[in-house]
């Protein structure tokens, strides 16, 4: 333990850090071209390119050991150059920096993969030219076009900001949103109590709701297909035309029975008419009905 703490003062005094004291640099093999002015980073490609030696696509955000020196200045900004060789095919790709137009320029190695949208489709908004940048700096032109400016800026808002001031708005005064729920909800409470009324008196467990027009339209389409009374009337006309007693023989003519349900309908409608005192019956009328009562006793 002495030892090492001796090793330490040491190298502090004499040497001033560890790095200094093993002769290398913090950075190690990031800095060994340092004296060249060269500093290996770790470069982020900025946009999708086309790599010239294999013509394959380098997509955005591909990061490459890259040596990073200065090539120039424009004004008191520094330009940069980073050179860097492609994963594909080891060919190497030169970009600089452009301070001027805030963008990466590429030199050689390499070429820019066009892409081209619409701003609406984007929803993005469109940068001003250069000439419009310089006129926004004459306070008399800002002026003139604020109203304008105003215009596109609400325009261009996202659309959930527009609806968060919209929802602010209307939720600012408390007391009269509470008011108005509460009158709605004792509207409800009155039309549900009536509706329970006017089942109950239908002799209904449920309640119904209100009647609208599409209901009567539906309802009015519907129609019911019954043959429950043409099936009883003929069963009645086949026992009545049958006999009491039992024969020998199998089921009664279709066409005899047919005839006999007939000649009944003919005498009980000529009754009715007897009954209402319509028309005086004729002698063959007369014997028709009088055979028939014989028949039956």
Same mark, same amino acid.
């Given at each position: 333990?002495?030892?090492?703490?001796?090793? =330490?003062? &040491?190298?502090? =005094?004499?040497?001033?850090?560890?790095?200094?004291?093993?002769?290398?640099?913090?950075?190690? %093999?990031?800095?060994?071209?340092?004296?060249?002015?060269?500093?290996?980073?770790?470069?982020?490609?900025?946009?999708?390119?086309?790599?010239?030696?294999?013509?394959?696509?380098?997509?955005?955000?591909?990061?490459?050991?890259?040596?990073?020196?200065?090539?120039?200045?424009?004004?008191?900004?520094?330009?940069?150059?980073?050179?860097?060789?492609?994963?594909?095919?080891?060919?190497?790709? =030169?970009?600089?920096?452009?301070?001027?137009?805030?963008?990466?320029?590429?030199?050689?190695?390499?070429?820019?993969?066009?892409? %081209?949208?619409? &701003?609406?489709?984007?929803?993005?908004? $469109? #940068?001003?030219?250069?000439? %419009?940048?310089?006129?926004?700096?004459?306070?008399?032109?800002? #002026?003139?076009?604020?109203?304008?400016? #105003?215009?596109?800026?609400?325009?261009?808002?996202?659309?959930?900001?527009?609806?968060?001031?919209?929802?602010?708005?209307?939720?600012?005064?408390?007391?009269?949103?509470?008011?108005?729920?509460?009158?709605?909800?004792?509207?409800?409470?009155?039309?549900?109590? %009536?509706?329970? =009324?006017?089942?109950?008196?239908?002799?209904?467990?449920?309640?119904?709701?209100?009647?609208?027009?599409?209901?009567?339209?539906?309802?009015?389409?519907?129609?019911?297909?019954?043959?429950?009374?043409?099936?009883?009337?003929?069963?009645?006309?086949?026992? $009545? $035309?049958?006999?009491?007693?039992?024969?020998?023989?199998?089921?009664?003519?279709?066409?005899?029975?047919? #005839?006999?349900?007939?000649?009944?309908?003919?005498?009980?409608? $000529?009754?009715?008419?007897?009954?209402?005192?319509?028309?005086?019956?004729?002698?063959?009328?007369?014997?028709?009905?009088?055979?028939?009562?014989?028949?039956?006793?």
């Amino acid at each position: 333990m002495l030892f090492y703490l001796f090793y =330490v003062i &040491i190298m502090f =005094v004499l040497q001033g850090s560890l790095n200094k004291f093993h002769g290398q640099h913090a950075l190690r %093999e990031r800095a060994r071209k340092l004296d060249q002015g060269i500093l290996i980073i770790r470069f982020e490609m900025p946009f999708n390119v086309w790599c010239e030696g294999c013509n394959s696509m380098i997509a955005k955000g591909v990061r490459f050991n890259a040596e990073k020196k200065q090539v120039g200045n424009y004004y008191s900004t520094k330009i940069w150059s980073f050179t860097m060789k492609s994963a594909c095919c080891k060919h190497v790709i =030169v970009i600089h920096t452009d301070p001027k137009n805030c963008e990466y320029v590429i030199i050689s190695g390499a070429r820019r993969k066009i892409e %081209e949208f619409d &701003i609406e489709d984007a929803e993005t908004m $469109a #940068l001003p030219a250069d000439e %419009e940048r310089g006129k926004l700096v004459d306070p008399f032109y800002r #002026l003139e076009h604020q109203e304008e400016d #105003l215009k596109k800026k609400k325009e261009a808002e996202p659309l959930l900001v527009r609806l968060q001031r919209v929802s602010d708005s209307r939720h600012s005064d408390d007391y009269a949103l509470n008011k108005s729920l509460r009158a709605r909800l004792r509207s409800q409470k009155k039309r549900v109590a %009536e509706e329970e =009324v006017a089942s109950r008196k239908k002799g209904l467990g449920i309640r119904l709701l209100p009647v609208s027009e599409e209901d009567a339209v539906t309802a009015a389409r519907v129609k019911f297909h019954s043959k429950f009374e043409s099936n009883r009337k003929e069963k009645r006309a086949l026992i $009545a $035309a049958g006999s009491i007693f039992s024969c020998s023989s199998s089921v009664p003519d279709k066409r005899r029975v047919a #005839l006999e349900s007939k000649r009944r309908k003919i005498n009980a409608a $000529a009754v009715s008419n007897l009954l209402a005192g319509s028309y005086k019956p004729s002698s063959w009328m007369q014997s028709a009905i009088s055979s028939s009562s014989r028949h039956r006793t």
